[in-house]
């Protein structure tokens, strides 16, 4: 049993959708506020051509557009002060911060990362589940057939195929990357692609 069918059907024509542990009913029943900003910020989200040929930095123009949509929703990058305690003796258990976290919810923009970073986000969700300070985590990052613009625009060689896209999300979270977590991806498709220049 899959609840996918809960994203509405604009968003599962634009994006890529996937879940693992039935993630988009979690999101729905049990965080509605987070849900509907979810909703809200990607169908207003489109893939900018001007954005794609800009040149890139520490964080793209995609990505801080991304994460600035959900900022002005109430989310906030996030870290969390993790310890395990074992007889009075207290270990540090540290944990990678969120891109955009609000109430229980965990969210991370994966726009050209080299794809270990996949393993890192699943890693901190499956962590962060299993202390109790999540309910559902994620990842929105871009769908592979996006490299035929990027070649088309020059810019391949920035988006190559070591870096993060859906296909090498989707084998992670489906061989348990995430652990008891549930988790919804979504990947940008090129129907969302826009010639803005």
Same mark, same amino acid.
């Not at 994203?7 to 879940?19: G, I, N």
């Not at 893939?47 to 929703?73: H, M, P, T, V, W």
């Given at each position: 049993m899959t609840t996918l069918h809960l994203?509405?059907? $604009? =968003?599962?024509? =634009?994006?890529?959708?996937?879940?693992w542990r039935n993630a988009a009913g979690v999101l729905k029943a049990a965080c509605p506020e987070e849900w509907k900003d979810l909703i809200a910020v990607l169908r207003e989200f489109r893939?900018?051509?001007? %954005?794609? &040929?800009?040149? #890139?930095?520490?964080?793209? =123009? /995609?990505? &801080? &557009?991304?994460? #600035?949509?959900?900022?002005? @929703?109430g989310w906030q990058e996030k870290n969390f002060s993790t310890a395990i305690l074992v007889d009075k003796q207290r270990f540090e258990s540290p944990t990678h911060h969120v891109d955009c976290f609000k109430g229980r919810v965990a969210l991370e923009i994966e726009w050209n990362n080299k794809d270990p970073f996949f393993d890192r986000d699943l890693n901190n969700?499956?962590?962060?589940? $299993? =202390?109790?300070? /999540?309910?559902? #985590?994620?990842?929105?990052? @871009? #769908?592979? %057939?996006?490299? &035929? /613009?990027?070649? @088309?625009l020059g810019k391949g060689a920035s988006y190559g195929q070591a870096t993060t896209h859906h296909e090498k999300l989707v084998p992670r979270l489906d061989g348990g990357g995430g652990g008891g977590c549930p988790v919804l991806t979504f990947a940008i498709s090129e129907r969302?692609?826009? %010639? $803005?220049?």
């Open positions: 994203v509405p059907d $604009d =968003l599962r024509q =634009l994006y890529h959708v996937h879940e893939l900018l051509k001007s %954005e794609i &040929r800009a040149q #890139g930095g520490n964080r793209s =123009l /995609i990505s &801080r &557009r991304l994460d #600035g949509a959900f900022y002005a @929703r969700f499956r962590l962060l589940f $299993d =202390l109790r300070a /999540i309910d559902v #985590g994620i990842i929105v990052t @871009r #769908g592979s %057939e996006l490299q &035929r /613009i990027f070649n @088309r969302l692609y826009v %010639e $803005d220049l």
